[in-house]
């Protein structure tokens, strides 16, 4: 039985994980009527989410959200920890000129989800129901709403102005509204150490192991996720035990000996799980009545932890750029005028992205010399302290989110890598493995940087949609 709900909403928003919840409390707080379509309101337990960098807690205080990592038994994160060979650096977030309260958060992803979803349903003007979205509706080119199945099987039609769809890493609905281009280069293996201290209190600890890293961070006062990178699409298999062998015989031996023990113990416990990791540039098709938000929209590896940072800096603008509409019923004049949201997110998204993408390429282990050169100079870059720790870390932190500081980093190791190749003589192998050094540096950034799109990411102001003005009703 098809059926038509009552009472249309100024918006609909489909998905509420981090992006879809802060969104509806966000624009529910404006005043809009905002009904949000979530297929399963009971608490997710995932592996991944569950770092929140400085810039995305600054970001979480502008929306009025920062009470949601409260009584979860979050941890504060001040830094990082880098392993290699042997050796540890540390890098701590740039944090002085901020109050106490200002730091990365880490916590059970499920958790934090549930508060936020908990906070937008505070609000009378939003409705948060259970049901899978099945299609969008389009007329004439204009999506006018969803279709959705509720928890009884019921098929209903709900309409609004405006959907944003919000339905995450596997999102079914995004193929209408972007062109995916989804690309797979590892997997995360996840596991929980109980009851063990980490070399550095409140700081995420990343091993540049071989072949990838592995990485350590709290989630709670008593347990601290360890999170295993597998290159490629295929990891061993859990069930027949291949999985917990490759962690003992290959991984552990790589991990700092004090984590050794209760590492071990979490592969005995069982509770191994993975989560494919993805990336995937933001390449919409602005289409009149919709929108893309969150994973569904933009993904880019999890190792920097930044996915949660671009999405709540996207609601901040997307917020700032609805509030002066009071009708959002004129589709096509909205859709141009929210181009002007494809641009203005460069900045942080592309910075982020951009890092993610060329620090994990780095960190992975390599049987080329120059990659192998490269991954030594960013360790020993890092290890230097002042600016050279500072910068990278702000970037990574999504406090300074500046794309052509982000590239003169990037190749300020490159160059320091080789300058220590050339010194104190240079010779003719070394200067060659210099010329592939630089080059493999550039084959690691440029694509990326293409993908993000050059125009937008280092000249948003010459893009007209920068300056689109706002509809007059």
Same mark, same amino acid.
Request: with cysteine; glycine share 10%; hydrophobic share 35%.
């Given at each position: 039985?098809?059926?038509?709900?009552?009472?249309?909403?100024?918006?609909?928003?489909?998905?509420?994980?981090?992006?879809?919840?802060?969104?509806?409390?966000?624009?529910?707080?404006?005043?809009?009527?905002?009904?949000?379509?979530?297929?399963?309101?009971?608490?997710?337990?995932?592996?991944?989410?569950?770092?929140?960098?400085?810039?995305?807690?600054?970001?979480?205080?502008?929306?009025?959200?920062?009470?949601?990592?409260?009584?979860?038994?979050?941890?504060?994160?001040?830094?990082?920890?880098?392993?290699?060979?042997?050796?540890?650096?540390?890098?701590?977030?740039?944090?002085?000129?901020?109050?106490?309260?200002?730091?990365?958060?880490?916590?059970?992803?499920?958790?934090?989800?549930?508060?936020?979803?908990?906070?937008?349903?505070?609000?009378?003007?939003?409705?948060?129901?259970?049901?899978?979205?099945?299609?969008?509706?389009?007329?004439?080119?204009?999506?006018?709403?969803?279709?959705?199945?509720?928890?009884?099987?019921?098929?209903?039609?709900?309409?609004?102005?405006?959907?944003?769809?919000?339905?995450?890493?596997?999102?079914?609905?995004?193929?209408?509204?972007?062109?995916?281009?989804?690309?797979?280069?590892?997997?995360?293996?996840?596991?929980?150490?109980?009851?063990?201290?980490?070399?550095?209190?409140?700081?995420?600890?990343?091993?540049?192991?071989?072949?990838?890293?592995?990485?350590?961070?709290?989630?709670?006062?008593?347990?601290?996720?360890?999170?295993?990178?597998?290159?490629?699409?295929?990891?061993?298999?859990?069930?027949?035990?291949?999985?917990?062998?490759?962690?003992?015989?290959?991984?552990?031996?790589?991990?700092?000996?004090?984590?050794?023990?209760?590492?071990?113990?979490?592969?005995?416990?069982?509770?191994?799980?993975?989560?494919?990791?993805?990336?995937? !540039?933001?390449?919409?098709?602005?289409?009149? *009545? #919709?929108? /893309? +938000?969150?994973? $569904?929209?933009?993904?880019?590896? %999890?190792?920097?932890?930044?996915?949660?940072?671009?999405?709540?800096?996207?609601?901040?603008?997307?917020?700032?750029?609805?509030?002066?509409?009071?009708?959002?019923?004129?589709?096509?004049?909205?859709?141009?005028?929210?181009?002007?949201?494809?641009?203005?997110?460069?900045?942080?998204?592309?910075?982020?992205?951009?890092?993610?993408?060329?620090?994990?390429?780095?960190?992975?282990?390599?049987?080329?010399?120059?990659?192998?050169?490269?991954?030594?100079?960013?360790?020993?870059?890092?290890?230097?302290?002042?600016?050279?720790?500072?910068?990278?870390?702000?970037?990574?932190?999504?406090?300074?989110?500046?794309?052509?500081?982000?590239?003169?980093?990037?190749?300020?190791?490159?160059?320091?890598?080789?300058?220590?190749?050339?010194?104190?003589? !240079?010779?003719?192998?070394?200067?060659?493995? *210099? #010329?592939? /050094? +630089?080059?493999? $540096?550039?084959?690691?950034?440029? %694509?990326?940087?293409?993908?993000?799109?050059?125009?937008?990411?280092?000249?948003?102001?010459?893009?007209?949609?920068?300056?689109?003005?706002?509809?007059?009703?």
């Amino acid at each position: 039985m098809r059926q038509e709900s009552g009472g249309d909403p100024d918006i609909i928003i489909v998905g509420a994980g981090v992006a879809g919840a802060a969104l509806a409390y966000t624009l529910g707080k404006d005043g809009r009527r905002v009904h949000v379509v979530e297929r399963d309101l009971t608490e997710p337990d995932r592996i991944v989410g569950e770092l929140l960098q400085p810039g995305g807690y600054l970001k979480l205080i502008e929306l009025g959200l920062e009470d949601c990592v409260q009584d979860i038994d979050a941890q504060q994160v001040f830094g990082y920890a880098l392993y290699k060979d042997g050796k540890d650096t540390k890098l701590p977030y740039p944090l002085e000129s901020f109050g106490a309260d200002v730091s990365g958060r880490s916590f059970h992803n499920g958790r934090y989800i549930q508060r936020m979803r908990e906070k937008a349903a505070t609000l009378p003007n939003v409705t948060l129901e259970q049901g899978t979205v099945t299609s969008l509706l389009e007329e004439d080119g204009t999506i006018r709403g969803v279709q959705y199945k509720t928890k009884k099987g019921e098929e209903i039609t709900t309409y609004a102005p405006l959907t944003i769809v919000c339905d995450g890493c596997f999102s079914n609905l995004r193929r209408s509204l972007c062109s995916p281009q989804v690309e797979n280069p590892s997997c995360f293996v996840g596991l929980i150490l109980e009851n063990c201290d980490l070399p550095h209190a409140n700081h995420g600890h990343v091993v540049l192991g071989d072949p990838s890293p592995i990485l350590f961070y709290p989630i709670s006062s008593t347990e601290v996720r360890c999170l295993v990178d597998v290159p490629g699409q295929k990891v061993p298999s859990i069930s027949n035990g291949e999985m917990a062998h490759y962690l003992k015989t290959v991984v552990a031996p790589q991990v700092p000996s004090q984590l050794h023990d209760s590492f071990i113990a979490a592969i005995e416990k069982g509770n191994i799980r993975t989560m494919p990791n993805r990336s995937m !540039p933001a390449n919409p098709r602005p289409t009149p *009545g #919709a929108l /893309l +938000l969150g994973d $569904a929209f933009n993904m880019r590896h %999890p190792l920097t932890g930044g996915g949660m940072t671009v999405a709540l800096s996207d609601i901040v603008l997307l917020r700032n750029l609805l509030r002066p509409i009071d009708n959002l019923r004129d589709g096509s004049t909205l859709c141009q005028y929210l181009e002007s949201f494809y641009t203005l997110r460069k900045p942080v998204s592309s910075t982020i992205n951009t890092l993610a993408g060329a620090l994990y390429k780095v960190f992975c282990a390599s049987s080329d010399p120059a990659r192998k050169e490269m991954r030594e100079a960013c360790f020993d870059y890092l290890s230097l302290g002042g600016i050279f720790s500072t910068g990278p870390v702000s970037l990574l932190s999504g406090l300074n989110p500046r794309p052509l500081s982000l590239f003169l980093h990037f190749f300020a190791v490159a160059v320091y890598g080789v300058g220590r190749l050339l010194l104190p003589y !240079p010779s003719p192998t070394k200067v060659g493995l *210099g #010329a592939r /050094l +630089l080059s493999a $540096a550039s084959g690691i950034i440029f %694509p990326i940087i293409k993908a993000e799109g050059v125009r937008q990411m280092f000249f948003p102001a010459t893009v007209p949609a920068y300056y689109r003005s706002t509809p007059v009703d």
